[in-house]
């Protein structure tokens, strides 16, 4: 099962909230209370229980309907509060206003551009060993990277140059070729060389990761997999090949 992360949760929990609003406004409106007030109120709380849904699912067009939706709510709910109170509480009128406040800060359009782009990147995992394959692949699957995954040296290297992809997380002892020479054959290739291999293995000492260094792998990490270092090891190096990248671009 996937691991909610904060922007799920918010997603989640706003929907929930402006489904049980909807069907509040809806029910008044069918009792002829409020009447035209409560339909409008109801199709804009509708509108917002989708919108956060998706929103939880990193689409920034849903942050966006969101954001003006709650505005709306906080200028239409700013009249009705004043000449109906009893129908729409004043405290609702000041919580659309702080979600429409917090869903336009910068940090967090921010937020959502990071995560956009992390779809984007993808993530060669090469293991023989299946539960260190699912603990890394769930690690990063949840923060919106692409994953792919290969049990042997001969499959990962052909997945690398065939998929192309961003980064790889590469074993060292596997059956057939090993991790160091499929590690060395990457960066011969003229096609692979510019991909950041990053050692996922067991085997954690002086030699050994000079060894990994030696064939040409960007740094080193230890199993069991620590999410903290997994996370932070793979951004860095993302950053610094896209930054790289883009001013290779300039120099053209």
């Not at 109906?84 to 429409?100: G, H, K, Q, R």
């Not at 030699?207 to 792998?217: F, P, Q, R, W």
């Not at 069991?224 to 996370?231: A, E």
Request: hydrophobic residues 45%.
């Amino acid at each position: 099962m996937r691991k909610m992360n904060m922007l799920n949760f918010i997603g989640c929990a706003l929907s929930i909230f402006y489904t049980i609003l909807m069907v509040v406004y809806y029910l008044d409106f069918r009792m002829n209370e409020h009447g035209l007030h409560s339909l409008i109120l109801s199709v804009i709380f509708l509108v917002l229980s989708v919108s956060s849904f998706f929103m939880g699912n990193q689409k920034n067009w849903a942050r966006v309907v969101v954001l003006w939706g709650n505005l709306v709510l906080g200028v239409y709910g700013s009249y009705l509060s004043f000449y109906f109170p009893s129908f729409l509480s004043p405290s609702y009128v000041i919580m659309f206003a702080v979600t429409a406040t917090f869903f336009h800060l910068p940090s967090v359009r921010g937020w959502f551009e990071y995560l956009t782009k992390k779809n984007w990147e993808c993530i060669l995992i090469i293991d023989d060993d299946l539960t260190s394959i699912k603990i890394a692949r769930s690690i990063l699957v949840n923060q919106g990277y692409s994953v792919l995954t290969t049990t042997s040296g001969e499959e990962g290297l052909e997945t690398a140059r065939e998929k192309n992809p961003d980064l790889i997380l590469l074993d060292v002892i596997m059956p057939g070729l090993k991790g160091r020479e499929v590690c060395r054959k990457l960066k011969a290739d003229e096609n692979t060389r510019h991909i950041p291999v990053v050692f996922l293995t067991a085997k954690d000492s002086v030699d050994d990761i000079k060894a990994e260094m030696d064939a040409g792998a960007e740094t080193h990490l230890t199993k069991p997999v620590n999410r903290g270092k997994l996370l932070s090891t793979v951004s860095k190096l993302l950053d610094r090949k896209n930054g790289q990248k883009v001013r290779s671009q300039n120099k053209k």
